[in-house]
């Protein structure tokens, strides 16, 4: 059985001149919570459209859940699509109600998917009186109707109080736990650093990079140094175990290198032997947002 | 139709049932609807009698008997025609309030195929049809007993083109709404079209293309039904167009607003 829950190949797609998404492809392993990063009007959402077929691309292919049938695959996926879409002259029970139909879950799994999202004291209110938290909470509820194997959430956190990030947050390091996968589009850097296993980062349309947040994100380490001779210290540096390259910043100096080769102590016990005291050593792991603009930049 | 397609359109038309059944405006329409083809046939009746009795039957042998059967099929056929830019106009706001709710997205996103999704509508556009016609004929034979001549099936040929004529305009009504998406734009364009830009075309090309104004879309669904009244009088002043042409563009015209539609729903971005 293969582990990889959703396959994206040389996705294409323009309106008119604007190219929206080009040559993107990436695959999702099972159980990773796939974060999908970019600025907005990056791509996300048509990427995103293609693979639950709300929108046609110009070229390539998908395979969601392993599956040839499209429609089966979206049955046992939960979606949720740039905005909450709704009958709002429908209560909450009645939309689900819809939802349920379509993917073949039985009605009796509403309530408790209500509950989930705090909206069960509510089921009878229609649609339209939702404030937009509330909306965004039914829509997420509808994702997870049926229990998907895969869940695709365009900017979940969208139009929620900072509490409600927070449960949002947590119930999606839940459904991981429980096996699912999750694929989650967003601008936020900081949502996605505390959430997901593994990132991509679209800019332009074109997927800059993929894979898991620290293969992406942190490549290599940082380790800050300072000493009272700046320059020996950068002159012995290159020969330690590990080395790629150095960088000058006010009064310290930054080391890249693999820390797996070397580590803090052999470090400074190396500076020593080489009669370099230092004055402060300190790990900076590569911060989420330097690595973000170094990558978009 | 295979017995998995079926019992998935059978599932999807209990899933439209779940939208309409509390969507207030639907009903409305619906009732006025059958209000209007009531009370458009009973006014004509009505005049009719009211003439009749005024001219002491002089006028019986211009006006024919309209009412009575075998002639008041075609007479509640064609009076009841005029009030079918109704449910070509319901057809219209059902197509549309899913684009503009997103909620066709919704429907796909959930795992319904775009095929399907406007299968049904197409299905919708098809029932509401047939309903109308059969309120039709329980018109055309309560006013035809009430008119005391007995009932006959001569003539019930009109209510097959009345069917024809209701399937023109909710399948036309379901395209425009596909076409265009927009609600007020669609709205806009459809009562413009069906009240005065088809008029306006059929009359221009009748007099410039070589009569052939009559074979529109939608105008050549109106003429099946060639007006019952003073039937002596038209035949002698108009050439009427040919029923069998009428009959022919009519029927091409609903398949192409069936395939136009289904084609659009699957290639469009939604």
Same mark, same amino acid.
């Given at each position: 059985?293969?582990?990889?829950?959703?396959?994206?190949?040389?996705?294409?797609?323009?309106?008119?001149?604007?190219?929206?998404?080009?040559?993107? *492809?990436?695959?999702?392993?099972?159980?990773?919570?796939?974060?999908?990063?970019?600025?907005?009007?990056?791509?996300?959402?048509?990427?995103?459209?293609?693979?639950?077929?709300?929108?046609?691309?110009?070229?390539?292919?998908?395979?969601?859940?392993?599956?040839?049938?499209?429609?089966?695959?979206?049955?046992?996926?939960?979606?949720?699509?740039?905005?909450?879409?709704?009958?709002?002259?429908?209560?909450?029970?009645?939309?689900?109600?819809?939802?349920?139909?379509?993917?073949?879950?039985?009605?009796?799994?509403?309530?408790?998917?209500? !509950?989930?999202?705090?909206?069960?004291?509510?089921?009878?209110?229609?649609?339209?009186?939702?404030?937009?938290?509330?909306?965004?909470?039914?829509?997420?509820?509808?994702?997870?109707?049926?229990?998907?194997?895969?869940?695709?959430?365009?900017?979940?956190?969208?139009?929620?109080?900072?509490?409600?990030?927070? !449960?949002?947050?947590?119930?999606?390091?839940?459904?991981?736990?429980?096996?699912?996968?999750?694929?989650?589009?967003?601008?936020?850097?900081?949502?996605?650093?505390?959430?997901?296993?593994?990132?991509?980062?679209?800019?332009?349309?074109?997927?800059?990079?993929?894979?898991?947040?620290?293969?992406?994100?942190?490549?290599?380490?940082?380790?800050?140094?300072?000493?009272?001779?700046?320059?020996?210290?950068?002159?012995?540096?290159?020969?330690?175990?590990?080395?790629?390259?150095?960088?000058?910043?006010?009064?310290?100096?930054?080391?890249?290198?693999?820390?797996?080769?070397?580590?803090?102590?052999?470090?400074?016990?190396?500076?020593?032997?080489?009669?370099?005291?230092?004055?402060?050593?300190?790990?900076?792991?590569? *911060?989420?947002?330097?690595?973000?603009?170094?990558?978009?930049? | 139709?295979?017995?998995?397609?079926?019992?998935?359109? /059978?599932?999807?038309?209990?899933?439209?049932?779940?939208?309409?059944?509390?969507?207030?405006?639907?009903?409305?329409?619906?009732?006025?609807?059958? /209000?209007? /083809?009531?009370?458009?046939?009973?006014?004509?009746?009505?005049?009719?009698?009211?003439?009749?009795?005024?001219?002491?039957?002089?006028?019986?042998?211009?006006?024919?008997?309209?009412?009575?059967?075998?002639?008041?099929?075609?007479?509640?056929?064609?009076?009841?025609?005029?009030?079918?830019?109704?449910?070509?106009?319901?057809?219209?706001?059902?197509?549309?309030?899913?684009?503009?709710?997103? %909620?066709?997205?919704?429907?796909?996103?959930?795992?319904?195929?775009?095929?399907?999704?406007?299968?049904?509508?197409?299905?919708?556009?098809?029932?509401?049809?047939?309903?109308?016609?059969?309120?039709?004929?329980?018109?055309?034979?309560?006013?035809?007993?009430?008119?005391?001549?007995?009932?006959?099936?001569?003539?019930?040929?009109? #209510?097959?083109?009345?069917?024809?004529?209701?399937?023109?305009?909710?399948?036309?009504?379901? /395209?425009?709404?596909?076409?265009?998406?927009?609600?007020?734009?669609?709205?806009?364009?459809?009562?413009?079209?069906?009240?005065?830009?088809?008029?306006?075309?059929?009359?221009?090309?009748?007099?410039?293309?070589?009569? #052939?104004?009559?074979?529109?879309?939608?105008?050549?669904?109106?003429?099946?039904?060639?007006?019952?009244?003073?039937?002596?009088? %038209?035949?002698?002043?108009? %050439?009427?167009?040919?029923?069998?042409?009428?009959?022919?563009?009519?029927?091409?015209?609903?398949?192409?607003?069936?395939?136009?539609?289904?084609?659009?729903?699957? %290639?469009?971005?939604?």
């Amino acid at each position: 059985m293969s582990t990889t829950v959703l396959s994206i190949q040389h996705l294409s797609k323009s309106y008119g001149a604007l190219q929206a998404l080009s040559d993107v *492809s990436f695959e999702v392993p099972k159980g990773s919570i796939y974060g999908v990063l970019g600025p907005n009007g990056s791509g996300k959402t048509t990427m995103l459209g293609i693979i639950t077929d709300v929108l046609r691309p110009d070229s390539g292919q998908y395979t969601l859940l392993n599956s040839p049938d499209h429609e089966q695959a979206r049955k046992k996926t939960g979606t949720l699509l740039e905005t909450p879409n709704f009958y709002p002259y429908l209560s909450a029970y009645k939309n689900l109600e819809i939802s349920a139909l379509i993917k073949g879950v039985s009605t009796m799994e509403i309530d408790p998917v209500l !509950e989930r999202v705090g909206l069960l004291a509510r089921k009878n209110s229609k649609f339209s009186t939702f404030s937009l938290g509330m909306k965004q909470r039914l829509a997420i509820g509808a994702a997870l109707l049926g229990n998907p194997e895969l869940l695709i959430l365009d900017e979940p956190t969208n139009g929620l109080d900072p509490n409600g990030i927070a !449960e949002i947050r947590n119930l999606i390091k839940g459904l991981a736990v429980e096996g699912r996968t999750v694929v989650m589009a967003s601008h936020l850097l900081d949502e996605v650093e505390k959430v997901c296993t593994h990132v991509a980062i679209i800019k332009n349309g074109k997927l800059l990079t993929s894979g898991s947040v620290g293969e992406v994100l942190a490549s290599e380490d940082v380790i800050a140094l300072r000493s009272v001779d700046l320059k020996k210290l950068s002159d012995i540096l290159p020969g330690i175990a590990g080395f790629s390259k150095l960088e000058w910043q006010n009064e310290q100096i930054l080391l890249h290198a693999d820390l797996g080769r070397s580590s803090l102590e052999a470090i400074n016990q190396y500076c020593f032997e080489n009669g370099v005291i230092l004055t402060h050593l300190a790990l900076q792991r590569a *911060s989420l947002e330097a690595r973000f603009l170094e990558i978009t930049h | 139709m295979s017995y998995y397609k079926s019992y998935y359109m /059978l599932k999807n038309l209990s899933i439209e049932w779940l939208k309409l059944k509390n969507y207030r405006t639907f009903w409305w329409l619906i009732g006025l609807f059958v /209000l209007c /083809l009531i009370g458009s046939n009973y006014i004509t009746y009505q005049l009719k009698v009211v003439t009749s009795m005024q001219s002491k039957g002089g006028l019986d042998l211009l006006l024919g008997s309209p009412f009575s059967f075998p002639d008041v099929w075609q007479a509640v056929s064609y009076v009841s025609s005029y009030v079918l830019f109704l449910p070509g106009f319901l057809m219209v706001i059902l197509i549309t309030n899913e684009y503009n709710f997103k %909620t066709h997205r919704q429907n796909i996103i959930d795992g319904m195929s775009r095929t399907e999704f406007a299968l049904t509508k197409i299905f919708m556009a098809v029932i509401l049809s047939i309903l109308s016609t059969i309120v039709v004929v329980l018109i055309t034979i309560v006013t035809g007993l009430t008119a005391g001549s007995s009932f006959s099936l001569t003539g019930s040929v009109y #209510i097959l083109y009345f069917l024809l004529q209701a399937l023109t305009y909710t399948l036309g009504g379901l /395209l425009l709404g596909t076409l265009l998406k927009k609600s007020g734009l669609s709205i806009a364009i459809y009562l413009i079209y069906i009240g005065f830009i088809k008029n306006l075309i059929s009359f221009l090309l009748d007099r410039y293309a070589g009569g #052939i104004g009559s074979y529109m879309p939608v105008k050549s669904s109106d003429e099946l039904i060639p007006m019952p009244f003073f039937k002596q009088v %038209t035949k002698s002043l108009i %050439t009427p167009p040919d029923g069998t042409w009428l009959l022919i563009m009519t029927i091409f015209f609903i398949v192409a607003f069936y395939w136009i539609t289904v084609k659009r729903f699957k %290639t469009q971005d939604l």
